[in-house]
C-alpha cells in the first residue's frame, strides 16, 4: 500500500467523469488498498478515485455510526465500517432532502452548505468484484452522494448555496 497525492482544484482531473471499471483486477484492488490508506492519513471519511488522480469509477468510504461523538479517554476508538464500491450508482434517493455542511480534501480550507437526498440506495461491486447494494441514511448518504459526484466530475462547491473559508466569519455565494 502506498499514499497517493490528492488533487485539488484547479487539478482538471476533478472535473472529469470516470469511466467504468471493466472488470476488478490486481491494479484495482491496489488502488483501493492505497485510497483506503491516503483517506485514512488525510484524514477524511471518502475519497474517490478521481481525486488521487485515475479516472476510474471507485469510492472508498469509511463511516462510524456516531461521528459527532468522540470516545472517553482511554477507550477505543468507535467502530467504522469500510466501504469499497466499484462502479457505484445510486439506484433511489428519497424525495426528502437536508442542508448540511460538507468540506472536501479536494477543495482545502473551504466549507459549504448542500443540500442532499435524506436516503439513498448504492449498488455497485466490492473489491472481491461482489455485487453489492447499500441502503443509506443520514451522514452515510451524503458521504456516497458527495463521493460518487466526484466520480461524475461535480464538485460540492457546485451543488453548495453557500461556500465559505473555514474560520472565517464571512460565507460567500457558490465560491
Known sequence: MALREIRTLPDPVLRKKAKKVAMVSPETRRLIDDMVETMRAAPGVGLAATQVGIGHRVIVVEYSDEPDQDPPEGSPPLPTVLYTLINP???RASREKVTGIEACLSVPGFAGEVERNREVVVKGFNAKGSPVRIHAKGWL???????IDHINGVLF???AAKVWEVGSEEAKDNV
Open 157 to 159: 462547491v457546485d451543488r
Open 89 to 91: 450508482e445510486i439506484t
Open 141 to 147: 448518504a451524503r458521504i456516497f452522494q458527495h463521493e
